[in-house]
């Protein structure tokens, strides 16, 4: 198996671990963090889309895409983050709950 493969492989699993985790969960933490192992997953789909030759030069655009994803995703995880704080801080909930 080539490694461009395994990172494929890799980066399924993990956009898969990332689905499951915020289906299954109502809490807003994990599902934050599950957005996060999600994101990761398509960061690493990235990575493998920008395989190269032993002789050539490694392709830019994708590692752009990359790094700009991180700062967005690490920058949107914080702001999601203070707005489950407040959250709890206004109405004590940690979770989602079913309207009745």
């Known amino acids: 198996m080539e490694t461009y493969q395994i990172y494929t492989l890799t980066s399924a699993v ?4 990332g689905i499951g985790g915020i289906f299954a969960s109502k809490h807003f933490i994990k599902k934050i963090i599950a957005t996060m192992i999600m ?3 398509v960061f690493l ?4 889309l920008a395989e190269r030759d032993a002789l050539a030069f490694a392709d830019p655009v994708p590692h752009a895409l990359v790094i700009t994803g991180i700062v967005v995703a690490v920058a949107s995880a914080a702001f999601a983050l203070a707005l489950a704080r407040r959250i709890y801080q206004l109405t004590g909930e940690e979770s ?3 309207d009745k």
């Not at 993990?14 to 671990?17: C, H």
């Not at 789909?45 to 493998?48: I, N, Q, Y």
């Open 45 to 48: 789909t990235f990575v493998s």
């Open 39 to 41: 994101g990761g997953g």
């Open 14 to 17: 993990l956009f898969v671990i």
């Open 96 to 98: 989602f709950t079913d």
